[in-house]
T-cell receptor, first 108, second 119 residues
Framework: KNEVEQSPQNLTAQEGEFITINCSYS?????LHWLQQHPGGGIVSLFM???GKKKHGRLIATINIQEKHSSLHITASHPRDSAVYIC??????????FGKGTRLHILP | DTGVSQNPRHKITKRGQNVTFRCDPISEHNRLYWYRQTLGQGPEFLTYFQNEAQLEKSRLLSDRFSAERPKGSFSTLEIQRTEQGDSAMYLC?????????????????FGEGSWLTVV
């Protein structure tokens, strides 16, 4: 079992829909990152969380440390949101462990 | 500071050739990580440095791979005698670590990756 699990692996939705991507982890962490990667592109950091909730535009990220779970939400989704979203945790010994990513496709 | 910089961004090479990638981290960051990402997978750990010391290497890092960070600043990842299975994106990241078990609160910065295609 991977130390960082994401679900779903693939998600296709219509423009405007509310999107939720989940991340569960099994190790102790000091922080969790949500990353975005467009096809053939580099990785962009969206959020770093150690507790609670953060919001940036149409993106919201939450984390529950006790349950070892985080969610990334996208409101009013748009085709330009189509990308791979990756959850990465910073473990207690400062290593970075990545999930396998969620491939999101928003249809116009 | 412009963030973590990786060069080259794209490299196409013939099988058997050597390639070298360079990563320039955030200037004050003492920790530097290398990851590899193949198609459809999340990035997988290769190695990391604390200043100039290479603290850990993954079993993914075969003897054809070598990474250095000679002055504790930029790092290079060299792949010798490339194979088609080496085709991947090589990702560098950096962070500031204050000490064991001490969370600096600083985020991790990621490079844009170096894409390698071995033909």
């Amino acid at each position: 079992k991977n130390e960082v699990e994401q679900s779903p692996q693939n998600l296709t939705a219509q423009e405007g829909e509310f999107i939720t991507i989940n991340c569960s982890y099994s190790v102790g962490i000091s922080a969790l990152h949500w990353l975005q990667q467009h096809p053939g592109g580099g990785i962009v950091s969206l959020f770093m969380l150690s507790s609670g909730k953060k919001k940036h535009g149409r993106l919201i990220a939450t984390i529950n440390i006790q349950e070892k779970h985080s969610s990334l939400h996208i409101t009013a989704s748009h085709p330009r949101d189509s990308a791979v979203y990756i959850c990465a945790v910073r473990s207690g010994d400062d290593k970075i462990i990545f999930g396998k990513g969620t491939r999101l496709h928003i249809l116009p | 500071d412009t963030g973590v910089s990786q060069n080259p961004r794209h490299k196409i090479t013939k099988r058997g050739q050597n390639v070298t990638f360079r990563c320039d981290p955030i200037s004050e960051h003492n920790r530097l990580y290398w990851y590899r990402q193949t198609l459809g997978q999340g990035p997988e750990f290769l190695t990391y440095f604390q200043n100039e010391a290479q603290l850990e290497k993954s079993r993914l890092l075969s003897d054809r791979f070598s990474a250095e960070r000679p002055k504790g600043s930029f790092s290079t990842l060299e792949i010798q005698r490339t194979e088609q299975g080496d085709s991947a994106m090589y990702l560098c990241a950096s962070s500031l670590v204050l000490g064991v078990g001490i969370y600096s609160g600083n985020t991790i910065y990621f490079g844009e990756g170096s894409w390698l295609t071995v033909v």
